[in-house]
């Protein structure tokens, strides 16, 4: 698909719904304004840096896809990360703080803000369904620092599993917990595992919301939907008129749609005819985000939105080393050695694949991240694969003595 215009603005609002500074509500009749307690000064801090990450990181990934539609999900890419920054050190730790914008905030600050935030967003509306699971797949028997491991236990809830890597199901286990925890949305986050590959740190997020106020079916109807070269497709446009937050200004005009109870909610952003899309994210910042946010006011509006369901594999590599951290990728200068006293780790990869379906009822979505770490060492190449599928040879012996007892030559095994 190559919905690029509108599809990207509204994509822009949803990829923020889970560190935006969120109203809260307990059922389906009424949305509060109020959160079921207030947030900490820890916790305010982080989802201001986490809004930072989230915008400068969206920024460089769509620089590198500015054709395709770009689906994001920061806070799974920050989980993963947060758990990764437990095992960096010295200016790989550094760097990483810095691509994740959280500043000045000290690390037991940064472990405990996490996990009280994952708690506010697993109980915040019982209308809406939301899961974050995290998990830790290691080689087995290879002497990870067992302080780094309890410490993601601890703050991250995660699973910490040792594995054969070189044993064929080992990617089976890995891939069927992303399966489970993304309920069979997203089938698998690696491909392979290398023979250097150390580590998988894993975060996973599940949503599903239904709109507090739902678009009627029968009013969806076929209509076209313009891209920026002047181009045309069919898509099935939803409707519905609702009180809703609204704001119009001279850049943009954008609503909010909320789920469940209200605590929830895509944000749907329409840049002023004429800004093409790739400018207006370049544009963008978090001070601008969050002036817009607080610039919302109710009113009656009739909300046009196509249905979609978009899928996004990307690599953030790149992004995240124009953000600040690419030591961290670096063989010759990464330093995990809080992870692995003996070094020679780093980062071989950050992956994430997401999933959204928009539709009358509400919105399905959930996210994968995955930061592989691998050895610099010359590890062993795996078992060696010995088909014995032609004629062979074969010889009972004894060992000690080099005694042979039998030989013989097998040209067809299934002839007595």
């Not at 850049?251 to 400018?279: C, K, W």
Request: glycine share 6%.
């Amino acid at each position: 698909m190559k919905k690029v215009g509108f599809f990207v603005a509204v994509l822009m609002g949803l990829i923020l719904w889970l560190t935006m500074a969120a109203c809260g509500g307990k059922n389906v009749t009424g949305v509060s304004d109020q959160l079921p307690r207030e947030l900490t000064v820890l916790e305010k801090k982080l989802v201001e840096r986490d809004n930072r990450f989230s915008i400068d990181l969206f920024k460089q990934t769509n620089a590198l896809d500015a054709k395709k539609n770009v689906i994001l999900s920061p806070l799974s890419a920050s989980f993963a990360l947060a758990m990764t920054l437990n095992g960096a050190n010295h200016a790989t730790r550094d760097s990483m703080i810095l691509a994740l914008r959280l500043g000045d905030m000290q690390e037991s600050e940064i472990n405990q803000s996490y996990q009280s935030l994952m708690e506010l967003l697993l109980n915040l509306d019982p209308n809406v369904i939301m899961e974050i699971a995290n998990a830790i797949f290691y080689k087995e028997n290879y002497g990870f620092e067992q302080a780094f491991l309890d410490i993601n236990r601890k703050y991250f809830n995660a699973e910490v599993r040792g594995l054969n890597f070189f044993d064929p199901g080992a990617l089976g286990i890995i891939n069927g917990w992303v399966k489970d925890k993304t309920r069979g949305k997203i089938e698998k986050i690696i491909d392979n595992i290398d023979p250097n590959d150390v580590m998988f740190l894993i975060n996973a997020i599940y949503f599903k919301g239904i709109w507090l106020y739902q678009f009627d079916k029968s009013k969806t109807q076929d209509d076209q939907f313009r891209l920026e070269d002047g181009s045309t497709r069919e898509v099935k446009m939803m409707m519905q008129t609702a009180y809703l937050d609204y704001l119009a200004n001279d850049e943009i005009e954008a609503v909010d749609l909320p789920y469940g109870g209200g605590a929830f909610r895509m944000t749907v952003i329409l840049p002023r005819a004429g800004q093409r899309m790739d400018a207006f994210i370049a544009n963008l910042t978090a001070e601008k985000w969050q002036a817009w946010m607080n610039s919302f006011g109710k009113d009656s509006v009739t909300v046009h939105l196509p249905r979609f369901k978009l899928r996004y594999d990307t690599r953030l590599n790149r992004p995240l080393s124009d953000i600040g951290m690419g030591i961290a990728f670096d063989p010759q200068r990464a330093d995990f050695t809080r992870m692995y006293k003996n070094g020679g780790l780093f980062i071989s990869y950050v992956r994430q694949k997401t999933y959204v379906e928009v539709n009358e009822e509400g919105t399905e979505a959930a996210a994968v991240t995955v930061v592989a770490v691998r050895s610099t060492a010359i590890g062993p190449s795996g078992p060696k694969l010995f088909r014995v599928d032609r004629p062979f040879l074969f010889v009972i012996r004894e060992k000690n003595s080099g005694t042979i007892l039998f030989i013989g030559k097998v040209l067809d095994p299934t002839a007595e």
